[in-house]
């Protein structure tokens, strides 16, 4: 006996936020291209504010950046949240599609923590800094500095003279040991 297919489980519909805050004009029109139509947008920089205006139970606030547009600290934030919960209605961040009644918590991460950069970026820009000092400062290549650091036969003082812009601290840091044997040079005796 053949078992019959279960029906597929139909997916579940997306949240659509029935209107939409926006902190200022670059907001407003994440929203918009999000899909909510101008006329259902309120801008807090133009003063309709939360308590300007209120909705009904069940529907959907969509916002953008989690929270951050319903204030700028954690009580500014809760007091907003509070309120609109009050109504009956949530918030919705249009973007991720996360709502304040099951993800309130990562929305305010999302708000009052905003993403850092990553360390790919930070020691990029920390290379680009370091190569714009040592081109204001003349100061010689790292790469160049190196093999003349690495030379045997010649002395600390003579190997610093040729690196423009290079001090003994800076070079040993850089550096390390010089590639050059510890103390007094040998000097073949005459057989």
């Keep these: 006996m053949v078992k019959p297919k279960k029906p597929p489980i139909p997916p579940k519909p997306a949240l659509v936020a029935a209107r939409g805050y926006a902190r200022d004009k670059a907001d407003f029109a994440r929203l918009q291209a999000a899909g909510l139509a101008p006329r259902a947008i ?4 133009k003063g309709e504010t939360l ?32 309120l609109v919960h009050g109504w009956g209605a949530a918030v919705l961040d249009v973007e991720t599609g996360c709502t304040s ?14 993403p850092k950069p990553s360390a790919e970026y930070l020691a990029r820009i920390t290379a680009e800094k370091r190569e714009a000092w040592r081109v204001k400062n003349r100061v010689m290549p790292k790469a160049q500095a190196f093999l003349i650091w690495r030379n045997p036969n010649m002395s600390v003082a003579e190997k610093l003279a040729l690196m423009q812009g290079w001090t003994k601290d800076i070079a040993y840091r850089e550096f390390g040991h010089t590639g050059r044997p510890a103390g007094r040079p040998y000097k073949n005796p005459k057989e």
Excluded at 101 to 114: E, F, I, R, Y
Aim: no cysteine.
């Design 101 to 114: 009644t099951q993800h309130g918590v990562k929305m305010l991460n999302a708000a009052l923590d905003p």
């Design 42 to 45: 309120y801008r807090a920089d």
């Design 51 to 82: 308590g300007k205006f209120k909705m009904r139970a069940g529907e959907l606030l969509g916002v953008v950046d989690g929270l951050l547009a319903l204030g700028a600290g954690r009580r500014a934030i809760g007091a907003a949240v509070k």
